[in-house]
């Protein structure tokens, strides 16, 4: 069971979990990306690839569900303009054991910031300006291969 | 042969605009010569492209290297590298 | 923040989570364990050890929040009889990048089941049994020392 | 001097209580000890207590092998490996 969904809308995290807790399903692992309200950053901006962006957050999880047989696996992602606190990412993954749905979970946070057309743009009181990628997300992307 | 263009984040506000149709030569056979013959065309295209090394490409969707083949394609987008999740 | 509860009620996720997203916390990452409805257990009962069992878990979220700068760290396991597809235990940890919260978690839940006294007995249509410790469990407590 | 036993799991189960008060004599020095002491008092101790690998133990709610001392202990439980999680 696959769910992607990229969205203007606020992300619930009840009903995410909830959702990826199917039969066979021990172990839950999550992972929530959140716009950090201590940075000066009033407002986060999310634009993406319709279409590319959906494609591509699908290959992510497939590829986590056939490598740590995951019971189930939802990749949600904000989109637009959202305040500090506010959730960009929710990755959720199920798996008999607590091993694969952490590793898995993991694989896909990771992923995902190099596999998926997003790009962010962050307003400070100094003005807007375009995230520049970590070197160290490339890094742990390539980790996993 | 129409190819639709694409520009997201700062390279869509150098530019001026996401997306524009073009129909480069035959001679233009990669994303890399693509880029080039856009940069000769105007200004904004020429700032967007100045630097390479920030550009990364998807054909058809799939994210490829600057020296991929441009045969076929139908969209062709350039964007800085993501940052997402 | 550490947050510990040991209870006899069912664990509610949406409140759990929303309270370690704290200011600075750009990472929440959390994990959770349940009653697995595919190995023929009717009830899966927890005992614990009061007083200790506490102690226990709030000594594994002090070191985690040691080691990985936490922002906040909340550790929940139920007691007493519960049913196919119930939660037994969440734990949420949040820091300001995603690979401290991701470790974090990992962690809390590798030590508790060797660290913190619990014991589990199922119920099945055979009769009961006292699950069995897992040595691989007790391997993946050590590799974090 | 009196300690609070404390038993969980099947080691309560085949004792029949989960705690009891005893006094053993002072030459008990260590949990090891302790646990010789109480199989000897019972058929229901020393049916719990029958294999030692099966056993863990906690002095006043720590955790501590079957070789640590007992000076001054206050509440001792003895109990299968955990598995909650």
Known sequence: MIRILVTPDPIDVATEVARVEVEGAGGIASFIGRVRADDGVSTLELEHYPGMTEAALEAVARTAAARWSLAAVTIVHRVGPMGPGERIVLVATAAAHRQAALDACAYCIDRLKTDAPFWKREVTPEGTRWVEVRAADAQRATDWA | ?85
């Open chain 2, 1 to 85: 042969m129409a190819i639709e263009m694409l520009y997201f984040a700062w390279v869509r506000e150098v530019i001026g605009t996401g997306h524009e149709r073009v129909d480069p030569p035959a001679e233009v056979e990669t994303v890399g010569a693509l880029i080039d013959w856009l940069a000769a065309s105007s200004d904004t295209h020429a700032a967007a492209f100045e630097n390479r090394e920030r550009l990364r490409a998807a054909v058809d969707q799939a994210f490829v290297p600057l020296d991929a083949a441009i045969a076929g394609a139908r969209e062709i987008a350039i964007f800085p590298p993501v940052t997402g999740g």
